[in-house]
């Protein structure tokens, strides 16, 4: 049978290939030149979908990729539909969840739910973003409309996502309530009459029973637009505050452009693609020569550094990050703006501080197991003169004002 080739005009083209940066996936797969298309042609905005969990309050890097595409759709004129899941909280996203979320409280919603909308003013035009709370919604669905909602999706459906084909074939509980949250966000669509809905790859079941509840309810169903997870600082498991592995955009320059600084060369590709607007022309310019020796790959980091916080804190701010991080780096000397922390806990009744005690004191190791490790390895200093050895014990007095350093970028300044 002969394939239909879909033409679009230049314009629509060329939009489409700036939205497609950085996109892993869409669905279906000439879905969104088709919508650009219908837009153009009814002379009507788009109305692009993200949907929210109020969970995690803390903008990070990660969750700004996604958010940052949503940018693109309003400078070319787009809306976009904030959907906050005050209800869907209720229950608690299962997904990629082994084990069932446990349910936030509707005050613990609402406080994570203000912070979100002040963080995503940060990128997206507050003019062209609509926020919606979808207990508005779902909150006046009878246990009746339910049902009948609940008609339109099948439990094998449900169990083809892999999460919940993973929990059952081990034996794992999954409760009812969990098997209702795709179709309540698939009915956040119809709710709002998306067009597109942006997520991660983990919500490609959600996202896309979105498309299946608006074709049943006589909706054009929406096209569904799925990013990658960008990886965190760890350069193994997607970026997240809970893991450590984060870079919040609303952390001090000096600590966002410190903290890019200890990517991994591999990382740099990946971070210039979904995490800057550096044309991709120059991003390979730039990583090649990195690649070939003629330019220090150090250098291409610093630039990436400077790129991702210039897009939060402006253009100043991000040349004063990398003067301090070079001045510290290549200069040798300490930080000007490094923590003070108490070091009191960590004194013994002889008036001496043990080593270990005092880096898990002031945060700089998980645990003595961890501290040990360090010092062996060579990493904790303080006043620049290396620790000796784990069993180290200088006197308190010795410590006032110090500065304890461990490994090449973690300073601290002790205070009794």
């Known amino acids: 049978m002969e394939v239909k080739t879909i033409e679009f005009s230049a314009e629509i083209t060329g939009q489409a290939a700036q939205l497609r940066r950085g996109v892993q996936s869409v669905v279906p797969e000439t879905g969104l ?45 787009h809306q976009v539909v904030i959907i906050i899941g005050d209800y869907t909280a209720l229950i608690g996203d299962p997904s990629g969840r082994s084990v069932t979320r446990p349910m936030l409280t509707p005050a613990e919603i609402k ?157 740099m590709k990946e971070y210039f693609v979904l995490c800057t607007d550096v044309a991709l022309d120059e991003v390979s310019t730039l990583l090649a020569a990195a690649a070939s020796g003629s330019s220090n790959p150090r250098d291409v980091k610093r630039r990436l550094a400077k790129e991702i916080v210039a897009l939060y804190h402006g253009g100043e701010a991000a040349q004063s990050a990398d003067d301090e991080w070079m001045r510290v780096h290549s200069g040798g000397e300490v930080p000007q703006d490094m923590p003070v922390m108490s070091y ?37 200093s303080v006043n620049g003169e290396k620790v000796p050895n784990a069993e180290w014990e200088p006197t308190s007095e010795d410590l006032e004002g110090a500065v304890l350093k461990v490994g090449a970028k973690r300073y601290v300044k002790l205070k009794r």
């Open 33 to 77: 030149e088709e919508k650009l298309a219908l837009s153009a042609k009814d002379g009507r905005p788009l109305r692009i979908k993200l949907g929210l969990d109020p969970t995690a309050p803390d903008i990070h890097l990660g969750f700004a990729v996604v958010l940052r595409k949503l940018r693109q759709f309003q400078d070319m004129g």
């Open 344 to 380: 009191e806990a960590a004194i013994s009744k002889a008036g001496t501080v043990w080593i270990c005690k005092l880096l898990v004191t002031t945060g700089l190791a998980t645990g003595t197991g961890d501290a040990r490790r360090l010092v062996q390895q060579g990493a904790v």
């Open 111 to 267: 406080r994570n739910a203000e912070t979100y909308v002040d963080q995503l003013s940060r990128i997206l035009q507050r003019e062209r973003t609509e926020v919606r709370f979808n207990g508005e919604w779902l909150g006046k669905l009878d246990f009746a409309e339910v049902v009948k909602l609940a008609a339109r999706m099948t439990v094998a459906q449900v169990l083809q996502r892999d999460d919940f084909a993973n929990r059952f074939s081990t034996h794992q509980p999954i409760s009812l309530h969990e098997l209702l949250y795709p179709l309540a966000q698939a009915y956040d669509s119809v709710a709002i009459n998306a067009d597109i809905e942006m997520g991660g790859q983990d919500q490609t079941f959600n996202i896309l029973a979105g498309r299946d509840l608006q074709r049943e309810l006589g909706q054009q169903p929406q096209a569904a637009l799925f990013m990658p997870l960008l990886v965190g600082l760890d350069g193994h498991k997607k970026m997240s505050k809970s893991l450590g592995n984060y870079v919040g955009i609303s952390e001090e320059p000096v600590v966002m452009f410190s903290k890019v600084m200890s990517l991994s060369d591999e990382a």
